[in-house]
């Protein structure tokens, strides 16, 4: 497929220009005219290349990219390393971020949600990004914590009484701990994102709703995956996933 046809059909699928984002959505970086085989991940760091172009991707598609809104422009240091690697290798980023996080389907959100068995029942926040909804069971603060480390293969942070019964539940994957409060808002018993900072302990002590931080990159593995297997399935691109495990 040709990489112009590709960002075109992922732009459409992904619906990407109805989006405010902080950074470009779509072909980062611009590599071989023609891609048979695509490399996905969380963030295009540099373990990412190496392990792609060591499979022979021709293109890397990822969550995380370059270029962010407010950051130094100048190609220098890690990023003139990174860039150079893709250039080298003649191989193309494409990065997708807030439409991967929102996509109905292949998005980070209902992708998570499946996996822990969430049913949404409502979106919420910058975007209508962020998710509200019931667990499809109720269950103890304690064992949810317990279902999430099975599932994500992480330990998470959790502010919360272990024994207290949890059934309404709103989550955001990554970076979305300032919309605690919102989802407080809307009468849940826990809130599940990516990340915690200090004031988010005050404010689940102090409100009695749970605060569960079950990683950055843990939440979101899973969007690329899917929209990386839909790319495999419906336009003949040969597609690997390459966890490039992080602490965060």
Not at 111 to 139: D, M, P, S, T, Y
Not at 167 to 179: D, L, N
């Amino acid at each position: 497929m040709l990489l112009n046809e590709l960002r075109d059909y992922i732009g459409t699928l992904l619906e990407v220009d109805r989006f405010r984002d902080y950074s470009p959505n779509g072909v980062q970086v611009e590599g071989r005219a023609e891609v048979r085989k695509i490399a996905s991940g969380v963030t295009a760091s540099q373990r990412l290349l190496e392990a792609a172009t060591a499979w022979g991707a021709d293109a890397v598609l990822v969550h995380h990219g370059y270029f962010w809104r407010g950051e130094d422009g100048a190609i220098t240091g890690i990023k003139k390393r990174r860039v150079a690697h893709l250039l080298q290798h003649d191989v193309s980023l494409l990065a997708y971020h807030l439409p991967l996080d929102a996509h109905a389907e292949l998005g980070n959100n209902v992708q998570l949600a499946k996996r822990l068995g969430f049913v949404e029942q409502g979106r919420f926040g910058e975007q209508n990004i962020a998710c509200r909804g019931e667990l499809a069971q109720a269950q103890t603060l304690d064992h949810l914590s317990a279902h999430i480390a099975q599932v994500l293969r992480r330990t998470p942070q959790v502010i919360g009484e272990a024994g207290r019964s949890i059934r309404r539940i709103a989550w955001c994957t990554g970076a979305a701990q300032g919309y605690f409060e919102q989802a407080i808002a809307l009468g849940v018993e826990a809130f599940l994102t990516g990340e915690i900072s200090e004031q988010n302990v005050h404010v689940a002590e102090e409100t009695g709703v749970a605060f569960i931080a079950a990683g950055h990159h843990a939440t979101e593995r899973y969007g690329v995956q899917a929209l990386g297997a839909h790319l495999a399935a419906h336009c003949g691109i040969e597609h690997q996933f390459f966890d490039m495990d992080c602490p965060v």
